[in-house]
């Protein structure tokens, strides 16, 4: 397939999303429709990347559908100038769509525990121009990131069995944080935003699939 079959495909797959009312705004529907899903995932399922569903990317673990990638996005109510800390790099594309999202004056950190991921995600951000707005780190992401803390958005891609304390502690005031929470097999995406006076409301926006989050505030295994 040619970068011009895939432009098309994408631009079908983004006006899907936008009918089915998941993309609501410009700034969303603009990243999903720049970032080139096929350049993250490997190189044999490149002609699924624009199928709405989650591929492997190796090592048990997944780039999510599309569709979630959006919506968490739109929760998240991203803007140019964020800083946002995304748990659970995989494939490196999510970030790359906030790192569009939050552009050359905004700042992302990723998270992802299993080393080989973090250089798979490395290479993909870095053929696609946006490891420059991507700061990698390998390590657990239930703890958070606190040399860059606090954050604007917190954007977690792997089921926890609740919001683990260090990431309320990282989140800024008027900051928002979108999570899967639940059991291995079900759960809820939760949107929890963090008031101007620091108490939390939390938000539920529909039952969702994610691999485990693997680490002290998440599942032992
Ligand atoms: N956002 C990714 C993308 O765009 O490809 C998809 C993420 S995948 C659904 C979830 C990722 O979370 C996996 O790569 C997994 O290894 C990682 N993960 C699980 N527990 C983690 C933890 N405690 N800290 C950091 N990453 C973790």
């Known amino acids: 397939m040619t970068e011009s079959d895939f432009s098309i495909l994408r631009q079908a797959l983004v006006e899907s999303l936008v009918e089915e009312g ?28 624009y199928e709405d569903t989650p ?8 780039i999510s559908a599309p569709h979630m990638v959006a919506l968490m996005c739109e929760e998240a109510q991203l803007a140019p100038g964020m800083r946002v800390l995304e748990i659970g790099t995989g494939s490196g594309y999510h970030a790359a ?3 569009e999202i939050v552009g050359p004056k ?5 998270i992802e525990r299993l080393a080989e991921l973090s250089s798979f995600a490395r290479r993909n951000l870095a053929r696609t121009g946006y490891l420059d707005r991507v700061t990698l780190i390998i390590g657990d992401g239930s703890m958070g990131y606190p040399p860059a803390a ?20 990282q989140l800024a ?10 059991d291995r097999f079900n759960q809820i995406l939760y949107v929890v935003r963090k008031k101007s006076d620091g108490s939390l409301e939390y938000r539920t926006v529909t039952p969702c699939l994610f691999v485990p989050l693997i680490g002290r505030h998440g599942w032992d295994s």
């Open 22 to 49: 998941v993309i609501r705004s410009k700034i969303v529907k603009e990243a999903m429709l720049k970032v080139p899903r096929e350049e993250f995932v490997p190189i044999h399922l490149r002609h699924y990347a």
């Open 150 to 169: 606090p954050y604007d958005r917190i954007i977690v891609t792997a089921a926890a069995p609740e919001v683990p304390p260090p990431l309320i502690d």
């Open 173 to 182: 005031r008027n900051g928002i944080m979108v999570i899967p929470v639940g």
């Open 106 to 110: 905004g700042a992302v950190y990723s």
């Open 55 to 62: 591929l492997p990317i190796g090592y048990g673990q997944t």
């Open 97 to 99: 769509v906030i790192a």
